[in-house]
Every structure is written in structure tokens, then in C-alpha cells.
């Protein structure tokens, strides 16, 4: 079982800030890493899928990178309604697993 | 416009049996996988078991291997998860996700989830 490992847990800072969230596998998925927004009470929303790229309606604050395994998910100018949690997911050989979350909370 | 409708969660007694429903729309959904992902209260995500768009390739998580299982009919557009021997620790919100098409990787769209309540 891949495990994922996400830091920093949470992550305090302010609109128009940068936010750089990490995530790590215990070994290589190649570039199958999704990452996705949760807000509380909400469903999960895909951010990125395949590590890079932007699902539909995402904005370009939003860019992920990375392969094998470490990945970066990257808010470029905090907007207020991006203070969230961010999980990873991967999937290797079609088992998956998610990542325990960071939140990201206004400073 | 996508929609993944789920029913069928509720309150059962340790070792009981549920069977979780999706219903699908919008899409053609017999050329998606789909997965099943769930969240006890106030933790975080846990994926509990994904097939593919046939129905017969399964995979599933290790706390549920053995006792749930994921199925589909294509022909009614609904997903389920038969949950068998339940424990305290399946408590949960249970989400039915849809794939981005394969190859590609990342559930595109969630429904709102349905909570099983596993206590005596």
C-alpha cells in the first residue's frame, strides 16, 4: 500500500499570500496524483488531476507539479474563499489512498 | 450537468448489512469508473473501492477488502457498495465518485454523499 504523507499540516497566512503544499509518496506513482479542495460541509472538488493539470473551472491560481514522488500544490494570490483543506490522492496499479490534508486557515 | 445521487445509508448494528445506491446522470456513464470514498466525522478522506467501466476489474481498500463489495448495472446507470459485516469504524459519509476517463486520473465530480452509522 502507497502511503501518502502531506505537510505542513495546516498552513496559517492571508489573502493575496502564496501557499505551497506538499506531498509526498512512500513510492513512485509516476504523475497518477490528484489533488482536491474540502470545504466543511462540502464535497471534495478536483483541483488537479494527473499532478499538473487544471480540472474544468479551476483557476489559474491553482497549478500543481511534480512526478515519481513528490508533489507540489501551489496557490499563487490566496483568494478568501480558498481557505480550505487540500487532499492528495494517487493511484498505483488502481489501488488508491489520499493524503491526511493540510488546511489552510487565514492568518 | 453531472449528478451522483447516493441513498440507502442509515443506522445499523455492528456485524449488519447495508447496501449504498448511486444513481447517475448526465454523463455516459458506462465508459467512466467509478469509486466509492468515504469520511468518518471530522477526519479525513479514506478511499474505499473503485471498478471499471465494465464492472468486472474491483479494487478495494484493506480495512474493506473481504466485506464490502462494489458492483455496477450500466444498464440503469446506478452504482452500488453491498457492505457486509459492519463495524464501529465504518461509520461514515459515504461519497460515490466518477473518474475522469482512463487513462486520465482524478474523481471529476462527488455526489453529496450518505451517512451509515454503525453503533448498538
Known amino acids: 500500500e502507497i502511503v501518502l504523507t502531506q505537510s505542513p499540516a495546516t498552513l496559517s497566512l492571508s489573502p493575496g499570500e502564496r501557499a505551497t503544499l506538499s506531498c509526498r509518496a512512500s513510492q513512485s506513482v509516476s504523475n497518477s496524483l490528484a489533488w482536491y479542495q474540502q470545504k466543511p460541509g462540502q464535497a471534495p472538488r478536483l483541483l488537479i488531476y494527473?499532478?499538473?493539470n487544471r480540472a474544468a473551472g479551476i483557476p489559474a491560481r491553482f497549478s500543481g507539479s511534480g512526478s515519481g514522488t513528490d508533489f507540489t500544490l501551489t496557490i499563487s494570490n490566496l483568494e478568501p474563499e480558498d481557505f480550505a483543506v487540500y487532499y492528495c490522492q494517487q493511484r498505483s496499479n488502481w489501488l488508491r489512498s489520499f493524503g491526511p490534508g493540510t488546511r489552510v486557515d487565514i492568518k | 450537468e453531472v449528478q451522483l445521487l447516493e441513498s440507502g445509508g442509515g443506522l445499523v448494528q455492528p456485524g449488519g448489512s447495508l447496501r449504498l445506491s448511486c444513481a447517475a446522470s448526465?454523463?455516459?456513464?458506462?465508459?467512466?469508473?467509478m469509486s466509492w470514498v468515504r469520511q468518518a466525522p471530522g477526519k479525513g478522506l479514506e478511499w474505499v473501492s473503485s471498478l471499471n467501466k465494465a464492472g468486472d476489474d474491483t479494487y478495494y481498500g484493506a480495512s474493506v477488502k473481504g466485506r464490502f463489495t462494489i458492483s455496477r448495472d450500466n444498464s440503469k446507470d446506478t452504482l452500488y457498495l453491498q457492505m457486509d459485516n459492519l463495524r464501529a469504524e465504518d461509520t461514515a459519509l459515504y461519497y460515490c465518485?466518477?473518474?475522469?476517463?482512463?487513462?486520465?486520473?482524478?474523481?471529476?465530480?462527488w455526489g453529496q454523499g450518505t451517512l451509515v452509522t454503525v453503533s448498538s
Open positions: 465518485v466518477k473518474d475522469l476517463r482512463f487513462p486520465l486520473f482524478g474523481g471529476d465530480s
Open positions: 494527473d499532478a499538473s
Open positions: 448526465g454523463f455516459t456513464f458506462n465508459i467512466y469508473a
